[in-house]
C-alpha cells in the first residue's frame, strides 16, 4: 500500500474510531461533578485529537500526492457482481478532505466553549457533551469516507451515517420545543431523495458489473439506464444538498447547536451532493437531460433561496437561506458543466460559512437572542465579531477581493460561457443559471447589507446589558477562519490550483490534460462589471432604506411580497397539504391494515396455537395411564401403517 | 468357528474406566464414607473416561467381539464422540449436583455410583455393533435412572416420576426387544452391519410384513428414549419431579443415548425404505406438539421438558429426509445423519447451560419452580440470568446464541439437499412458535413488575412455595414437591454455588465457542 493509500485509509478511519470511542463515555448525569467533568475533558480529548489528526492527514495527502492513486479490496463476490471496498484519491479529494477536516476542526473546538453554562443559563446545556463530541465526530468520518470513497457502496455508507448523525445532532437540544420535528423533518426529506440515490447506484452497479467507480466511470452504459440513474442520482443530491423541492429541511435545522449548523452548512452533508455529482460527472455529461433538469433545480433553488432570505428576522435562518441560494450556484455550475467552478465555489463556501455560523453563535451567545429585531449596535460592543463577521459577509455577496468574488466569478463565466457558445448541456439551461446567478448577486448583497445593518449598527436592542466580544476558545476558529474566506479565492489565478480541482479534465476531446496546464478559474472579461454593478444595487438598495429609517427593517422595500419571503413562497405549507397530511392519512389505513388484517391473522393465528397448546396440555395431565396407552396404541398404528403403506413405498 | 475370541482390551479402556468408576465410587463411599470423597471419585473417573475416549478414539477404528466379519464392538470416531459427551456430560451433571446432595436428603454414595454406572452405558453404547450390545448398553444407561429420579426422600412427585419413567421406558424396550427379536426371526441375523447388507442384497425381505413391523417397532421403541411424540408423555412429569441435575442428565445424556441408538440402526442396519417414514412421521408429531405444548408451560422445568421434546423433533427431522428417494442418496444421508448428530451436540450444550443456570438461580435443592419465580432474576443474579438468556435463545435458534442459529441451518438445508422441503417448513414453522415461549422467559428475567414477591435469598425464604401461595396452587406438582431444605449459612450457598457457576461458565463458553466455530462440531459429526 503506497503512502497516499494508506493516508487515504486512514482518513475516514481516525475520527471513526474516536467517535466510537466517544460514544463509549458515560453520557454524564446533570448531578454527578468530578465524574462528569472528568468524561466532557476526555470527550474533548478525543473530539479534537480526532479532528486535529484527520487535518494532519488530509495536509499530508496534499503534499504527498502526484498523481491520482487507487486501492482496493475485494470483499463480496455475487457470482457476476463484486462488491469492493476501496479508496480513490486524487488532488480534489485532498482539498475537499482538507476543508472538511478544518471545519470539523473548528467545530470541535469551538463547541467547547459554546455548549457550557453561560452566565444567563439557568439550564446545563453541556451534560450530554460526550455523545455531541463523539456524534461530530462520526459525522467527519462518515463525510470523509464520503470523500476519499472509491466504490459506490462505501459511499453509500457514508451517506447514510451522515443522515443518522444529522438527526442525532440536529436533535442535540432537548429544550427547544422545534428541535424533534426538525431533526425529523430532516432526516424524512433527505430519506426521500436518498430512495432514488440508492435505486441510482444500484443500477450503475448491476449494469457495470462492479462498483468501483473506476469501473462505473469507465463501462459503457446504455443510453436509457444511464439517463435514469442520473436522473434517480440527482434525486439523492437534491435531498442531502437542498435544492428545490427538498429543501425545506435545512432552514429547520437551525434548531442544532450553531456549531452544528457550521458543520452540516460548511463542510458535510449539503457539500456531499455536490461533491458526488462532481465525482461522477463523467456520467452527467453524457446525460444532457440530467443536467438540464439539475439546471432548473439550480436555478430555482439559487433565487428562492436569496428571496427568502431578505425577510427573515431569525439570524442563523438567513444563513441557512443564503446557503440553500449558494447551493444554487453549485449545482448550476454543475449543470453547465464547471465542475472546477462548482468545487472552487464549494471551498470558499465552506470558509466564509462556517465563519458566518461560527461568528452568529458568539453573537447568539452573547446576546442571548437570534431575532435581529432584538439585536442591533453590536458594532462597538464585539468588534472581534462584527470584523470577522463583515469579511463573511463580503464574501458571501461577492465582493473583490474577498473569495467568494472570485469563486462567484467562476461559476458566472461558466454560465455564460455555457449561454453564448453552449456545453454539455443545452444553451437555455446556460442562460437560467446565468440570469439566475446574476439576479442572485443583487439579492445576495441586500440581504447581507441588510444583516449587518440590522445585527451592528444603529440602536442596540438587546435584551441584555453588556454583550461582548466571546471567549478565547470560541474567538480563535473564528478568527482562523477568517483566513480562507478572505484569500482563498486569490488561489483561483492559479493554473496549478485549478488542475487540482480537475485532476481528470475534460481532456476528453480538445485537450489532453497531462501536456496543457488547466487554465486558470478566474477570468476577467467585460461582464465581470455586470456583478459588481448588480452588487452595488442590492446593497445600496438596502442602505438607502436603512438610512431612511435606521429602526425598521430594510425588508419592508419589499412591500406587499414580503410575507411571501418571510415565509419562502409558502413552501413548507404546500409541502405539508400536498405531501405530509396525504401520506399522514395514507399512513393510518396502513396501520389500520396492519392492525386488523396482518396482525389480526398473526393474533389469530397465535391464539389458535396457545388454544390447542391448552387443548394437547389437558390431555397430558394424567400422566402414567395415558403415556403408555399413548406408546402402545402409537406402536400398534405405526406397525400397521408401516405395514400396509410402508413396505409398497 | 473357533470357540476362542481375541478380545482388544483397548478398544474397550473407555468401557472399563467407566465401570471402574462406578466401583470406585461404591468402595470409596464405603471405606472413606466422606461425601467430598466420593464426589471428586465420581468426577477423577468421569474425566479419566473422556481422556481415555480421545485417546483411544485418535488412534482410527478399533473393533472386538467379532464373529467372522462382524463385530459387537466398533469403537470409531462417532463412538469416542458419544463416550466423551458422555463423560463430560456426567461431570458437568456432577458439577450441578452440589446443592442437591448437601441438601441432605439425597444419598450421596448411591448417588454418584448411580450416575458413574449410567454413564458406563453411554460410554459403551457409542461402540455398540449388534442389536443385543446396543440394547443392553441403552438399558445400563437408563437403569439407573430410575432409581436416581425417585431418590429423594419422602418426596412424592419424585417417587410419581420414578414409576411413570419406569413403566413407559420398560414397555418401550420390550418393544424394540420385540422387534428385534422378530428382525432376528426373519433375517437370522443381529449385527447392525450385517443387517444392513442383509436388507441391500435381499430386497425381496421387505415383502413379508413380519419384517416390516420389526423395523418399525425396532424405530419406535428406541423413539421413547428421545421423547419422540406420540411416545412423550412420560418426559414433562419425570423432569419435573426429578431433582434438578437428574432432569439435566436425562434431557442431556439420556437423549443422546436414544439418538445414538437411532443414528446407529438407522444409519448401518434397517432399510431407509420404512424407517425413513416413520422418522418423518415422528419428528413433524414431536416438533409440533412439543412446541405447542411448551406454550402454556407455567413450571420452568416442565417448559425445559416440553421444549426438549420439540428439540428431539428438530433431531429427527433429517432423518425423515429418508422418506423420500431424493433423500437416499450417499451424499444425503451422509448429511442427514451428519446433522442430526451435529444438532444433537448443539443441543445437549445448550440444554446443559440452561440446567445449570437454572440450578444457579434456584435456591439450593429446590425445584425448578415456576416461572414466576424467574421473573426479575436478572437484578439479583445478572450472570446465572445472562447464562440461562443465552442458552434458550441459543435452544430458540437466535444470535448471538449462534450455535443454535448454525445448528437450525445445518438441519434445514440438509432437508432441503435431501428434496424434503416440505420438512424443512413445518422446521421453520416450528422455530416460530418456539421463540414465543423461549424469549417469553428471557424477557421474563428482566422484567420488573414483580419486584419483592420472588424468593431471592435462600436464608430469608422459606422455600419455594411458601412464598408464591397463588402461582403453586393453580399447579398441584408444585405442592407435592414441598418446601426445600433451607440452609442457615448464606455465606456458605456463594461457596456452595461455585462448581454450579463453573458448569454454566464453561457450558455458556464452549457453546460460544462452537457457535463461532461451527465447522468443528460439523467436521466431528460427519466422522
Redesign the interface.
Known sequence: MSTPTLLGTLLPAVPLVTGLLGLLLPPASPQAGAARQRARRAAITLGTTGAALSLLLAVALLATLDAPAEATRTWIDFGDLTVTLGVRLDSTVALVAVAVAAVALAVQVYSIGYLRNGPHDEVDVDHRYPPYAAQISLFTAAMLLVVVAGDLILLLVGWEVMGLCSYLLIAHERRLPAAPGAAMKAFLVTRVGDVGFLLGIALLGVSAGSFRIADVLGHDHATGLLTAACLLLLAGVAGKSAQFPLHTWLPDAMAGPTPISALIHAATMVAAGVYVVARLFPLFVQVPVALAVLGVLASITLLLGAFAAIAQDDLKRVLAWSTVSQLGYLTGALAVGAPAAALFHLLTHAAFKALLFLAAGAVIHAAGTALMSQLGGLRRTMPVTFWSMLVGLGALAGLPPLSGFFSKDSVLYAAEEAARHGGPAPAWVGWSVWLAGLAGVALTAGYATRLLLRTFFGAPRSPLPQPHDPPAVLRWPVLLLTVPAALLGLAGFSGTFAGWLEPYGPATRERPAELLPADPLVHFGPTVLLPLALLALGAGLAWARWRRDPAGDPAVLLGPLRPLSARAFWLDDLQQTLVVRPIGRLAAGARTADEVVVDGAVTGS?RV??W???G??AW?RA??P???A??????LL??L???L???D? | MSMVQIVDNVALLPAYLAAGTAVLVLLADLLVARARVTVSAAALGALATATGAIFVGGGGERRTFCVGADCSYVFGGRAALVAVLVALLTLGVLGLSGPLLRAGATPVGEYCFLLAASMTGGVALGAAGDLITLIVALETLTLPLYVLVGLRRGNLASIEAAVTFFVVSVVATTLTLLGAALLYASTGALHLGRLGVLFAEQPELLDIPLTTVAVALVVVGLTVKVAAVPFHAWAPTTYDGAPLPVAAYLSTVSKLGGVVALLAVVQHALPARITGPVLALLAVLTMTVGNLVALRQRRTVRLLAWSSVAQAGYILAPLGALALAAGRTADARAAAYAAAVAYTVFFVLLELAAFAAVVALRPAGADGGTLDELRGAARRRPWAAVGLALALVGLAGLPPGLAGLFAKVTVVRSLLDGGAGWLALVVAVNAVLGLAYYLRVVAGLWSTDRPAAVPTDPAAVRGPTAANPVVAATDPAAVATGPAVVPADPTAVLVRAKPVAVVLAAATVVALVVGFAPQLVLDLAAR
Open positions: 397465535g396455537a396457545w390447542l397448546g391448552g394437547l396440555a397430558h400422566t402414567l395415558r403415556a403408555a399413548g406408546v402402545l396404541a402409537g406402536a405405526i406397525g401403517a408401516a405395514v403403506i410402508g413396505g413405498a
